[in-house]
């Protein structure tokens, strides 16, 4: 016991200091920003409903209609359908009746290259520099450019080509196309939407 208490006198405990009642330091309140705003990308954004109906400017041409369009079109195929008859119609008279295969497969080539030029001379040159065939000058129709102007060479032919090859084959590509006009605003077919065309009324 003697040990312990000799020991004990041998390291003194350090001495307990009473802590002083120290302020609290008055640090300024914490302040929260507001997370930024960002903009939406261009990839998210919901995108705006297309307008059930397409509503001209003032000043712009009406839009053709379906059933007038679809006069028109049938008008053109009986005016091409009379004039490809003068030539194609003794061409292949005279093809069925030759004995010689070579001349019948030389007959036959020139009514198909007459029908080329006929086909660029009916459809697109007066589409290219008029807006216009012998049809629509029937019932009152012009073919123009998005930008209201003639379409020009390029688009002329190649919206007449895209409707060749839509009845090349059978009426029926056509037919769609016609059904599918209607969920278009400015009533335009496959062609039209291609080449950049709308159809408008002249009077």
């Known amino acids: 016991m003697e040990e312990n208490v000799s020991e004990n006198e041998s390291h003194p405990q350090p001495p ?42 003032a000043g712009y041409p009406p839009i053709a209609t379906i059933g007038r369009r679809i006069g028109g079109f049938v008008l053109d195929m009986l005016f091409y359908g009379l004039i490809s008859a003068t030539y194609s119609l003794p061409l292949s008279l005279a093809s069925e ?6 001349v019948a497969a030389l007959l036959d080539a020139v009514s198909l290259g007459l029908d080329g030029v006929l086909f660029v001379l ?66 335009r077919g496959w062609h039209d939407r291609a080449a950049g065309t709308v159809v408008i009324h002249v009077r």
Not at 31 to 53: F, G, K, L, N, T
Not at 125 to 143: D, E, H, I, N, S
Not at 147 to 152: F, H, L, N, Q
Not at 153 to 181: S, V
Request: net charge positive.
């Open 97 to 102: 009746a030759e004995s010689n295969l070579g």
């Open 16 to 57: 307990q200091y009473p802590t002083p009642p120290y302020p609290a330091p008055a640090y300024p309140a914490p302040q929260y920003a507001y997370p930024p705003q960002y903009a939406p990308r261009p990839d998210h954004a919901h995108p705006a409903a297309p307008p059930a109906e397409f509503r001209p400017p």
């Open 122 to 187: 009916y459809f697109v040159v007066p589409t290219a520099l008029r807006g216009v065939t012998l049809g629509k000058l029937c019932v009152g129709l012009r073919v123009v450019g998005e930008d209201g102007r003639v379409p020009g060479w390029g688009k002329a032919f190649g919206r007449q080509a895209l409707l060749y090859l839509m009845i090349l084959p059978c009426d029926i590509p056509a037919i769609i196309c016609a059904f599918t006009m209607r969920s278009e605003p400015r009533n």
